[in-house]
């Protein structure tokens, strides 16, 4: 059984960083490309950004990038994500997932992502 446990949300002001961390069980980590994605209330889940299984290959939403990274370390089989110069309308639950289909690199990027994690919460005060 898959699971992913995302860890690092939190409260901090605009401007603030936080890092998110997604520990991933039963599967084989580096076979699988990796994702953040985002979902505040009443809208829609938005993509973040992914990354790739083996290859460092790596795709950015226009709305994170510059600002958030996105990285993995296969040897702890955990994903992370870098937010830097939070602004209040990155309050969101904040999830990982995994891509059900090894090695795959899709297209449109981070698309068939059925595995999940539970979710960790990001509040950026104004």
């Known amino acids: 059984q898959v699971q992913m446990v995302e860890s690092g949300g939190g409260l901090v002001q605009a401007g603030g960083s936080l890092r998110l961390s997604c520990t991933a069980s039963g599967l084989t980590f580096d076979h699988h490309a990796?994702?953040?994605?985002?979902?505040?209330?009443?809208?829609?889940?938005?993509?973040?950004?992914?990354?790739?299984?083996?290859?460092?290959?790596?795709?950015?939403?226009?709305?994170?990038?510059?600002?958030?990274?996105?990285?993995?370390?296969?040897?702890?089989?955990?994903?992370y994500l870098q937010m830097n110069s939070l602004k209040p309308e990155d309050t969101a639950m904040y999830y990982c997932a995994a891509d059900v289909v090894p090695w795959r690199w899709a297209l449109p990027r981070c698309q068939g992502y059925n595995y999940?994690?539970?979710?960790?919460?990001?509040?950026?005060?104004?």
Do not use: H
């Open 34 to 79: 990796m994702g953040w994605f985002r979902q505040a209330p009443g809208k829609e889940r938005e993509v973040l950004s992914c990354i790739s299984s083996n290859i460092p290959r790596t795709y950015y939403a226009d709305s994170v990038k510059d600002r958030f990274t996105i990285s993995r370390d296969n040897a702890k089989n955990t994903l």
């Open 116 to 126: 999940w994690g539970q979710g960790t919460q990001v509040t950026v005060s104004s």
